[in-house]
């Protein structure tokens, strides 16, 4: 028997809870196994970049696959490369193993089972009139998934980072009984045929999708950096770990309330209005973690009000190119917007571990989001209310 649509939307949140949780809790691992195997955080933060740059490249490819051998098969292939990657470095502790395992092969799982196909996914099975709240309390399931990680990590490191590394890997096998049921599914019956629009220029001279890609770029720098960084960040300010899991578990939190907030706000404004928006507020938050002094209370106050914020800018961003590209071609430049935010990963997550090494801060990297965070807010301004049927981008 089918499962109805509003089961498909709790799938595919649980299946976006462990694609997010199980990669942004790796962060908790770093200052453990930098000090046990004496790496460094640069070696160790180069791995995660990488991760974040394959999950990039992965993305996209992962769609065009889907068309040629089935969703399913592709994102069964991305879990099982996803739970390899992650319990390699338990079972084999070299920079080799970390490189390859949480680096390469976490990269291609993550990259294969995330947003772009499981967002298609919910579009396909979901009737129109629910259809963005659907997106939107799907993409939360992210934020779902990072409070029960940061909760939960912490207390597997205590053990040893090898039995939290192992553990991450096994919740990764849940992927595939998820994804069995709702990647099975029809595309909903009845559904509007949609417009499809003129093709007359390549996607990347379109200004729609380089705003929506450079706004990714930016949100990519934030999460990646402050996913990766927040636990040693909290170290080297002299407080707990455990303050830098309960601001993630924040942000978690109050992402499932934004995620799905901004989601459904996007159906009413124009959604490139709403990315400045957030922009603009995370430029703000970012600067005064340089101008205050680090404390429990300024941690929670920065995961609260970013929480807001968080994934909030996937429905939105996921709506701009439906309205602009098209539901039958969302999956893939879905993916290739997505490409840039990882990008963006790369680099806050490698630069953060530099930067932090050669000058023993992180403020240079703070300062940077903020001004990133500026400049993506900039860059919506010119995007059109309405999108222009005629100056559809070519695809190929």
Same mark, same amino acid.
């Given at each position: 028997?089918?499962?109805?649509?509003?089961?498909?939307?709790?799938?595919?949140?649980?299946?976006?809870?462990?694609?997010?949780?199980?990669?942004?809790?790796?962060?908790?691992?770093?200052?453990?196994?930098?000090?046990?195997?004496?790496?460094?955080?640069?070696?160790?933060?180069?791995?995660?970049?990488?991760?974040?740059?394959?999950?990039?490249?992965?993305?996209?490819?992962?769609?065009?696959?889907?068309?040629?051998?089935?969703?399913?098969?592709?994102?069964?292939?991305?879990?099982?490369?996803?739970?390899?990657?992650?319990?390699?470095?338990?079972?084999?502790?070299?920079?080799?193993?970390?490189?390859?395992?949480?680096?390469?092969?976490?990269?291609?799982?993550?990259?294969?089972?995330?947003?772009?196909?499981?967002l298609a996914a919910v579009s396909r099975v979901v009737p129109p009139a629910h259809r963005g709240l659907g997106l939107g309390i799907a993409s939360a399931g992210g934020s779902m998934g990072q409070l029960i990680y940061s909760l939960i990590t912490p207390l597997l490191v205590l053990i040893d980072w090898q039995t939290a590394l192992l553990a991450l890997a096994a919740s990764c096998l849940l992927l595939i009984p998820l994804a069995l049921p709702l990647l099975r599914r029809p595309?909903?019956?009845?559904?509007?045929?949609?417009?499809?629009?003129?093709?007359?220029?390549?996607?990347?001279?379109?200004?729609?999708?380089?705003?929506?890609?450079?706004?990714?770029?930016?949100?990519?720098?934030?999460?990646?950096?402050?996913?990766?960084?927040?636990?040693?960040?909290?170290?080297?300010?002299?407080?707990?770990?455990?303050?830098?899991?309960?601001? !993630?578990?924040? $942000?978690?939190?109050?992402?499932?309330?934004?995620?799905? @907030?901004?989601?459904? %706000?996007?159906? &009413? +404004?124009? #959604?490139?209005?709403?990315?400045?928006?957030?922009?603009?507020?995370?430029?703000?938050?970012?600067?005064?973690?340089?101008?205050?002094?680090?404390?429990?209370?300024?941690?929670?106050?920065?995961?609260?009000?970013?929480?807001?914020?968080?994934?909030?800018?996937?429905?939105?961003?996921?709506?701009?190119?439906?309205?602009?590209?098209?539901?039958?071609?969302?999956?893939?430049?879905?993916?290739?917007?997505?490409?840039?935010?990882?990008?963006?990963?790369?680099?806050?997550?490698?630069?953060?571990?530099?930067?932090?090494?050669?000058?023993?801060?992180?403020? !240079?990297?703070? $300062?940077?989001?903020?001004?990133?965070?500026?400049?993506? @807010?900039?860059?919506? %301004?010119?995007? &059109? +209310?309405? #999108?222009?049927?005629?100056?559809?981008?070519?695809?190929?």
């Amino acid at each position: 028997m089918q499962l109805n649509w509003k089961a498909a939307i709790a799938l595919a949140a649980l299946i976006l809870a462990i694609n997010t949780g199980a990669r942004q809790a790796l962060g908790f691992l770093l200052p453990p196994m930098a000090t046990t195997l004496e790496w460094g955080m640069g070696s160790l933060s180069l791995a995660l970049a990488v991760q974040n740059l394959v999950f990039g490249l992965t993305a996209p490819l992962a769609s065009r696959l889907s068309d040629r051998f089935g969703t399913l098969s592709v994102f069964l292939v991305g879990s099982l490369c996803y739970t390899a990657g992650m319990g390699m470095t338990a079972l084999w502790p070299t920079t080799l193993s970390w490189m390859l395992g949480a680096g390469v092969l976490a990269g291609i799982g993550i990259g294969a089972t995330t947003f772009p196909l499981v967002l298609a996914a919910v579009s396909r099975v979901v009737p129109p009139a629910h259809r963005g709240l659907g997106l939107g309390i799907a993409s939360a399931g992210g934020s779902m998934g990072q409070l029960i990680y940061s909760l939960i990590t912490p207390l597997l490191v205590l053990i040893d980072w090898q039995t939290a590394l192992l553990a991450l890997a096994a919740s990764c096998l849940l992927l595939i009984p998820l994804a069995l049921p709702l990647l099975r599914r029809p595309a909903v019956e009845n559904d509007i045929p949609e417009e499809v629009p003129t093709i007359t220029c390549p996607l990347w001279q379109d200004r729609r999708f380089l705003a929506l890609a450079g706004g990714f770029f930016v949100c990519g720098v934030h999460v990646a950096f402050i996913a990766t960084h927040l636990p040693n960040f909290v170290v080297a300010c002299g407080l707990p770990l455990n303050v830098a899991g309960n601001t !993630l578990a924040i $942000i978690g939190a109050l992402n499932i309330a934004g995620t799905i @907030a901004f989601g459904a %706000w996007g159906g &009413r +404004r124009h #959604p490139p209005q709403l990315l400045m928006l957030i922009y603009l507020c995370r430029a703000a938050l970012v600067m005064a973690m340089v101008v205050l002094p680090p404390t429990s209370t300024l941690l929670y106050t920065f995961g609260a009000i970013m929480g807001m914020l968080w994934l909030s800018t996937v429905p939105l961003t996921n709506q701009a190119v439906g309205l602009y590209f098209g539901q039958k071609r969302q999956a893939f430049v879905f993916g290739m917007v997505l490409a840039a935010h990882q990008v963006g990963a790369f680099l806050g997550a490698w630069g953060g571990g530099v930067v932090y090494q050669m000058t023993g801060s992180y403020d !240079l990297l703070w $300062i940077t989001s903020a001004v990133f965070g500026v400049l993506a @807010a900039l860059v919506h %301004w010119p995007v &059109r +209310r309405e #999108p222009k049927r005629a100056s559809q981008p070519q695809l190929a």
